[in-house]
């Protein structure tokens, strides 16, 4: 276990990716996101992420995305990229490149193709990856969110990689929606940094001594967020918290990222903001008009447009 207080304790956006119209990443546009955040209320930044679209991404443009964002002196010290792939040369090859650019950490996904895959099996992977990169900066967080990987982290497997790499696995970013599973981890693992994948959960687990949030809905709600963070221990923070979960539950009723990416068009004017991926798709005119309306009734604080 880790004795170092969290290198990513606070609000974390997982970043969304701007496009361009031929659905190529804007590197321009994603810089000045990742800007905007950080200046509203963001402690770090989690690119190429679940909400940033990594896995429509080639490899070649996740590392041309790291490098872009390090080389427009985005701070290295507040990057989070995501660098887990099935492949495990790919694997090492993405973390190799973030760790060299300056990164501060990184977040994995398990190798999520085969399902049912052993602890050992893991255990095995994870071990390999750690061992060719081969950098003492290394700090490696793990990504459970098994509705999506379908492949979880058993609290023995997360012990098995403590005692194998102390201080080079720091901490997991839960995006279950199971707060017992976090404040669980907190109570297990003494130093282990525990991050949300869900605003709603933000509270509970600061007050149990969690590290803070990795959330999608950081994107526009960090100001609230940060709220949240900052006075966690007072009362003022339950209310704040209500307008948390009230964001992340609007922008979860429809395609997240899809609804994210409307919500930020309409913040900036930027109508590119709307591109996207498939099989991922735009919202229609009239879903979009009621997923903006009901964002109004949060209460939520809405970033300025850069």
Request: aromatic share 8%; charged share 20%.
């Amino acid at each position: 276990m880790s004795d170092a207080p969290p290198l990513f304790a606070g609000i974390n956006a997982a970043v969304l990716t701007p496009l361009k119209d031929d659905l190529s990443p804007d590197h321009t546009m994603l810089v000045r996101h990742c800007r905007w955040l950080l200046d509203n209320g963001c402690d770090g930044l989690g690119i190429l992420g679940t909400t940033g679209e990594a896995n429509s991404f080639s490899m070649r443009e996740r590392i041309d995305i790291i490098e872009a964002v390090v080389k427009a002196d985005v701070p290295t010290d507040r990057l989070m990229p995501g660098t887990g792939c099935c492949s495990l040369t790919e694997s090492v090859t993405l973390t190799r490149v973030a760790l060299e650019a300056g990164c501060k950490g990184v977040l994995m996904l398990p190798p999520f193709y085969y399902k049912n895959v052993s602890d050992d099996g893991l255990f095995a992977y994870f071990s390999t990856v750690i061992e060719r990169v081969a950098d003492p900066k290394a700090r490696v967080y793990l990504y459970h969110f098994p509705q999506m990987s379908a492949v979880p982290f058993s609290h023995d497997l997360i012990e098995r990689l403590l005692r194998a790499f102390p201080g080079v696995v720091r901490g997991v970013k839960d995006s279950s929606g199971d707060v017992a599973n976090m404040k669980a981890m907190v109570a297990r693992f003494p130093g282990f940094e525990v991050y949300t994948g869900s605003d709603e959960f933000l509270l509970p687990l600061l007050r149990a001594g969690g590290a803070g949030g990795i959330t999608a809905a950081s994107n526009i709600n960090c100001r609230v967020g940060a709220k949240v963070f900052a006075g966690f221990k007072s009362p003022e923070a339950d209310r704040q918290q209500e307008i948390l979960t009230a964001t992340r539950r609007v922008t979860t009723s429809v395609p997240p990222i899809s609804g994210l990416k409307e919500i930020m068009a309409r913040i900036t004017g930027i109508a590119g903001w709307r591109n996207i991926r498939p099989p991922h798709l735009r919202l229609a005119r009239e879903k979009a008009d009621e997923l903006y309306a009901k964002l109004l009734t949060t209460g939520v604080e809405l970033p300025k447009a850069a």
